[in-house]
C-alpha cells in the first residue's frame, strides 16, 4: 500500500472508545490546569482576606463549573462521547481559565 493514499488519515483516526495516546496526555494537562486555576482562586480568596457572599458564590459557581468539566472530560476519554465534543473541552477550559482570572481580579480588588 502506497503511504500517499487519499485514505491514510482516515485509517489513523480513531473509532468511539479508542483514544490516541496524545489525545490522553492532552486532556490531562488541561484537566490538571483547569483543576489549579480553580483551585488557586479558591485560595487566593482566603489569602487576600475578601471573604463576602458574593466571592464565596463566585468560587462555588467555579468549582460547580470545573466539575462538569472534569466529568465531560472523563467521560470523553472513556470513550462515551463523540469525537467532536474534543472542541468543546478546549472551550470550556478557555472560559474557565479566563473566568478565573476575572474572579481572581475581583477578588483581590484591582
Known amino acids: 500500500m502506497a503511504s500517499n493514499s ?8 480513531p473509532l468511539f472508545g479508542e483514544t490516541r495516546s496524545r489525545d490522553r496526555i492532552s486532556f490531562m494537562i488541561i484537566t490538571a490546569v483547569t483543576t489549579v486555576f480553580v483551585l488557586a482562586t479558591f485560595v487566593g480568596m482566603f489569602l487576600f482576606k475578601h471573604i463576602s457572599v458574593t466571592h464565596i458564590f463566585l468560587n462555588i459557581c467555579l468549582i460547580l463549573l470545573l466539575g462538569s ?5 472523563f467521560w470523553y476519554r472513556s470513550g462515551e462521547l463523540e469525537p467532536r465534543f474534543r472542541n468543546m473541552l478546549f472551550f470550556n477550559t478557555a472560559i474557565i481559565i479566563l473566568l478565573c482570572i476575572c474572579a481572581n481580579l475581583i477578588i483581590s480588588g484591582k
Open 6 to 13: 487519499p485514505y491514510a488519515d482516515l485509517v489513523d483516526r
Open 69 to 73: 468539566h472534569l466529568c465531560l472530560a
